[in-house]
């Protein structure tokens, strides 16, 4: 079960009446924030065996996948997941798509080589339990590849913070979120941080750790 789940179900019911619209909803920010270009990063360093992508939407990433991969796509819309079937038009490399929460993920323990994520985390209602899922099924010192917008530091985060809560009830996602912190918390390894766009857009690679620790969840 989710942690918030009246949380999770609307946000089930948002992206499926979103995802029509989605791509051009998102189109501006995806240029302005240069996380479009930055997509290709997240797959270069990608082993070719089984990936997990999740929060895979629309289907975005479908044309960075590595070609001797196989990737898992998921979603917690069923709606985005339809849009993506149709986009993936039988590519051999994706095998299946599947609707699963980032909270409780619907695969068995070290089942992936590598986790990918491109704007998740900003949404997940925990992020870090979502993390830890991740962590879950990734095989041991598997790698995870995000690509997320994060709280900005100085006065521009205590600016993020104050608007956070009107941001999210309209738009969604948390802007806030402080998800490199997150990453550690949830049990990995941050080995590389590459900015995108100022030091508020990164693409994150971790590695697995598996020594169980127990810490806080950061917001």
Not at 80 to 100: D, F, H, K, S, Y
Not at 170 to 196: K, L, S
Request: glycine content about 8%; some cysteine.
């Amino acid at each position: 079960m989710p942690t918030f789940p009246e949380t999770t179900r609307a946000m089930i019911r948002r992206w499926n009446r979103q995802a029509r619209r989605y791509d051009m909803m998102v189109a501006p920010m995806e240029r302005m924030l240069g996380l479009a270009s930055a997509r290709t990063q997240l797959f270069e360093s990608l082993p070719n065996g089984r990936i997990l992508e999740v929060g895979a939407g629309t289907g975005k990433n479908l044309v960075h996948h590595p070609p001797g991969a196989v990737v898992i796509p998921t979603d917690l819309s069923p709606g985005m997941l339809e849009r993506l079937r149709r986009a993936a038009g039988g590519a051999p490399v994706v095998r299946r798509a599947v609707a699963t929460d980032a909270e409780d993920l619907a695969f068995r323990d070290g089942s992936f080589d590598a986790v990918v994520g491109s704007c998740v985390f900003c949404t997940v209602p925990d992020p870090v339990r979502g993390l830890r899922e991740v962590r879950r099924v990734l095989k041991d010192a598997g790698r995870l590849v995000l690509l997320e917008h994060v709280r900005p530091r100085g006065a521009l985060g205590r600016l993020f913070d104050v608007l956070d809560p009107v941001m999210s009830r309209i738009m969604g996602p948390h802007i806030n979120r402080r998800t490199v912190d997150n990453v550690r918390a949830a049990g990995f390894d941050v080995i590389a941080e590459h900015d995108v766009f100022s030091h508020w857009v990164k693409v994150i690679v971790a590695r697995s750790r598996r020594a169980d620790t127990t810490q806080q969840t950061t917001r």
